[in-house]
């Protein structure tokens, strides 16, 4: 089973950029297909960006499209998502998931817009 470990938040201003790691260790990270979520205060959990396996292939929710960029690098285990013209609605914990039929979560990361 892969094991998952985000990193990269933290607190910025509005307009400002962060950048988000999510590290698998354990089984073959090439084989899945990866998401970001994000669950805001007093919110569900919501998604915000999808790659395959490749990277050929991605999506993203409406309200991130245009500012948020989802990638990974298989040789580093690595899936990253660059966010820039953070929003103070962009505050939330962000989870990474590992999806092969099956599905692994990471613990979160808090990014925190202040305006």
């Known amino acids: 089973q892969v094991q998952l470990v985000e990193s990269g938040g933290g607190l910025v201003q509005a307009g400002g950029s962060l950048r988000l790691s999510c590290t698998a260790s354990?089984?073959?990270?090439?084989?899945?297909?990866m998401d970001w979520f994000r669950q805001g205060p007093g919110k569900e959990r919501e998604f915000v960006a999808t790659i395959n396996w490749s990277g050929s292939n991605t999506d993203y929710a409406d309200s991130v499209k245009g500012r948020f960029t989802i990638s990974r690098d298989n040789a580093k285990n690595t899936m990253y998502l660059q966010m820039n013209s953070l929003k103070p609605e962009d505050t939330a914990i962000y989870y990474c998931?590992?999806?092969?039929?099956?599905?692994?979560w990471g613990q979160g990361t808090q990014v925190t817009v202040s305006s």
């Open positions: 354990g089984r073959t990270f090439s084989s899945y297909r």
């Open positions: 998931r590992a999806r092969d039929g099956t599905q692994r």
